[in-house]
């Protein structure tokens, strides 16, 4: 089975600061997708970014990006220029093709401080 | 336009009622999907349904009842439930998997209180 780790539940940042959220996976599945959710105070969950585990390059959306690590089973996800509407749950999150299941890890919350 | 959107967006109910929640995309997606949140915990799926079909079902008990009437709607109708059923419920949809696309939108959610 597989299992998603978030081992940061809460994490601080200064507003314009960079920080990086951490994720590990496990499984023997060798094609697969990971995904990053944020989830404000306002409780909405919004994909912030995708990757396919076939893909070699990592994802990158504006001001997220994310480290894949496919050997490691390590998928990070970097904010960079911290703004104050990035203050969130974060979930990370793992799909098996074809079984439109997602696993989420416990998630950590990040607050930016201004 | 990647809009999930959910009705009502609070309710509560008594535990001898029956309610239903609402769930509505216009993306053309295929697969939706029920989730329950507690507080400072991930989704937890519940039901997806695939073409209009139910092909997933987490073992929910049967007071919560998943119906898709058609490829853009999605109700959760629920009966005689308990004050821990007490959540946030997620609506979300994603195209279909032969279309390669497996990433998921979500709704605002219902926040329900079971009194």
């Known amino acids: 089975a597989q299992t998603v780790t978030q081992s940061q539940p809460e994490m601080s940042v200064q507003e314009a600061e960079t920080v990086t959220l951490s994720c590990t996976y496990d499984?023997?599945?060798?094609?697969?997708?990971l995904f990053w959710y944020k989830q404000p105070p306002s409780r909405q969950m919004i994909l912030v970014i995708r990757?396919?585990?076939?893909?070699?390059q990592n994802a990158t959306e504006n001001r997220f990006s994310v480290n894949f690590q496919k050997a490691a089973k390590s998928f990070s996800l970097k904010i960079s220029d911290s703004q104050l509407g990035d203050t969130a749950m974060y979930f990370c999150?793992?799909?098996?093709?074809?079984?439109?299941?997602?696993?989420f890890g416990t998630g950590t919350l990040l607050a930016v401080q201004p | 336009d990647t809009e999930v959107t959910q009705t009502p967006k609070h309710l509560v109910m008594g535990m001898t009622n029956k309610k239903s929640l609402k769930c509505e995309q216009h993306?053309?997606?295929?697969?939706m999907y029920w989730y329950k949140q507690k507080a400072k915990k991930p989704p937890e799926l519940m039901f997806v349904?695939?073409?209009?079909?139910?092909?997933i079902n987490e073992s929910v008990p049967s007071r919560f009842s998943p119906e898709c009437p058609n490829s853009s709607l999605l109700n959760l109708h629920l009966h005689a439930l308990q004050p821990e059923d007490s959540a946030l419920y997620l609506c979300?949809?994603?195209?279909?998997?032969?279309?390669?696309?497996?990433?998921?939108?979500f709704g605002p959610g219902t926040r329900l209180t079971v009194t």
């Open positions: 979300a949809s994603s195209q279909s998997r032969d279309r390669g696309s497996y990433e998921q939108y």
């Open positions: 993306m053309g997606h295929r697969a």
């Open positions: 349904y695939s073409y209009e079909k139910l092909s």
């Open positions: 499984t023997s599945e060798n094609n697969y997708y």
């Open positions: 990757q396919e585990a076939y893909k070699q």
């Open positions: 999150a793992f799909m098996k093709p074809f079984l439109d299941k997602l696993i």
